[in-house]
């Protein structure tokens, strides 16, 4: 069973927090930093998503690496955000594992990474045997790793043994927009892990970033979602609702979905 807690009243709502590894977030949505048009609106839309951990993917962003560029770092500043360093662009265990410890050098020994190696350029499905081969590294070398991976519960389970402190299957290949595909594969993994369980990849509008999460999911991460919509600020809010939104209804528990109609006013004693 996933870190989610099932039975928390909808009065309590301020106890519901995200828990990874030490850390306690208020927020359950998390966004990346890539694809604005410029700093202004990844500042924007950032803030409008009430997301209080942000990835930021080091081979692309400069965080001090390049003097004399915009840094990413004065746009969000690591005292109001959580910043998550990833691997993106990553296709081996090697470049994986160098590229963590750098982000760890340059934010001053931060041990909070996602990981994800890639097994191609088309798909941009992670290459899972450099994964978890990664992972058992950066767990070993003393860093929190969050692990982007497919939706197989198997693998899941197996990152969740070697230590990793969330796993992060893909709903849709990156940047596709697709939705989730496998509802049941995500269900099942969550249903089994006892770390969060955060999607992350192919979520297109607020209506999958709901489905994510009612599903039992404890988090969903995303970038192009709001990045490539035609207003990306807006729907940095529509995402903050619907993942609040589907929090609530996973909490709330559904109705049984039932084949036949049921009339919402009992006829039960009526006079006619």
């Known amino acids: 069973m996933s870190s989610t807690n099932h039975s928390l009243p909808v009065t309590d709502r ?3 927090l995200l828990c990874i590894g030490e850390r306690r977030f208020k927020s359950r949505l998390l966004v990346g930093t890539g694809k604005y048009k410029n700093m202004a609106e990844t500042k924007a839309a950032v803030e409008a998503s009430g997301s209080e951990l942000i990835t ?11 003097p004399g560029e915009p840094n990413l770092l004065d746009t969000l500043p690591p005292d109001r955000y959580t910043l998550l360093p990833n691997t993106a662009g990553c296709y081996s265990f090697k470049e994986a594992v160098r590229t ?3 982000a760890r050098e340059l934010l001053g020994g931060h041990n909070l990474i996602k990981l994800e190696v890639l097994g191609d350029q088309k798909t941009l499905f992670p290459h899972i045997t450099e994964t978890l081969k990664a992972a058992e590294r950066l767990v070993s ?36 927009g697709l939705g989730i595909r496998n509802p049941y594969n995500i269900l099942e993994i969550v249903e089994n892990a006892k770390i969060p ?6 979520v297109g509008t607020a209506s999958d970033a709901a489905v994510a999460m009612e599903l039992g999911c404890d988090g969903v991460l995303m970038n192009t979602a709001i990045a490539a919509a035609s207003h990306p600020v807006l729907m940095a809010s529509a995402m ?4 609040e939104a589907g ?19 009992p006829i039960e004693g009526t006079f006619f």
Do not use: W
């Not at 369980?197 to 192919?202: L, N, P, Q, R, T």
């Not at 929090?247 to 559904?254: D, I, P, T, V, Y």
């Open 247 to 265: 929090r609530e209804a996973f909490l709330a528990g559904r109705m049984p979905r039932k084949r036949y109609a049921s009339a919402s006013s």
């Open 14 to 16: 301020q106890a519901d």
């Open 56 to 66: 930021l993917a080091i081979r692309r962003t400069n965080i001090g690496q390049n």
């Open 100 to 102: 963590c410890h750098l």
């Open 141 to 176: 070398d003393g860093f929190e790793v969050m692990v982007y991976t497919n939706d197989d519960p198997i693998i899941a389970r197996q990152l969740e043994e070697i230590g990793c402190v969330a796993v992060m299957p893909l709903a849709a290949p990156i940047g596709s």
């Open 197 to 202: 369980v955060i999607v992350d990849a192919g």
């Open 240 to 243: 903050r609702k619907a993942i």
